[in-house]
């Protein structure tokens, strides 16, 4: 490697993390998106060899094929495209990923971004109890030197007891709550420790340059 890197703040980046409540029409169908975590746990892309496989349910990736998952995607592009990417004219989402998660007692996500993905997000179809329920950690880049005890955890995160980093934001998850983030920021889940039920639905975005308008080519 001859080349060098110099390491800038994300002072320069302007990141925010944007967070707001689901419309009453979403709201109406949050039981069947748990109802679909449910049933498609464990059957879909990426459930037993990915960064979530151990997390109580898991759907998999590519968790398009529900009429419930699009009504909650159209409502999720359209708050990124007008409240998120403002500073994009005619920004165009594509979704390349979704999938569904809940998590129990012992589950945990370290440290992580979604790179190369562009935006991300976490929606929360049911959480039992926001006083309790773990929140979504924006946090820094996890350089080793924080260290957590995850050997109550599941097998393949247990490697990953220093993939941590400082909280930034700390974000307690409530029933029907969206928060939108650049795909780059690192987040984490630390090890749930009381039982509460908490559902969620993450997903990737991109802009979509096969659709785009005609001016940007
Ligand atoms: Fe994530």
């Known amino acids: 490697m001859d080349g060098t890197y110099n390491f800038i703040p994300d002072l320069s980046t302007n990141t925010k993390v944007y967070t707001t409540d689901a419309p009453q029409q979403i709201m109406d169908i949050n039981h069947h998106l748990v109802n679909y975590i449910l049933d498609m ?77 562009l935006v991300s997000f976490t929606y929360y179809p049911y959480i039992e109890n926001p006083e309790i329920a773990q929140p979504l950690e924006i946090c820094t880049f996890p350089d080793g030197s924080i260290e957590m005890d995850l050997s109550m955890c599941a097998d393949h995160v247990q490697e990953k007891t220093h993939q941590w980093g400082k909280t930034m934001l700390s974000i307690p998850p409530h029933t029907g709550q969206l928060v939108v983030f650049p795909a780059y920021c690192f987040h984490q889940v630390k090890p749930v420790t009381v039982k509460t039920d908490r559902y969620c639905i993450a997903g990737n975005i991109h802009h979509d340059f096969e659709n785009q308008p005609p001016h940007w080519d």
């Open 41 to 117: 746990d464990g059957k879909g892309q990426g459930v037993h060899d990915t960064i979530n496989a151990g997390v109580s349910k898991f759907t998999g990736w590519k968790s398009f094929d529900s009429s419930h998952m699009q009504h909650l995607l159209d409502w999720i592009g359209y708050e990124i495209t007008n409240n998120f990417m403002t500073q994009i004219k005619d920004f165009l989402p594509v979704f390349s990923q979704v999938w569904g998660m809940e998590y129990n007692v012992n589950d945990v996500t370290p440290a992580h971004s979604h790179e190369p993905a």
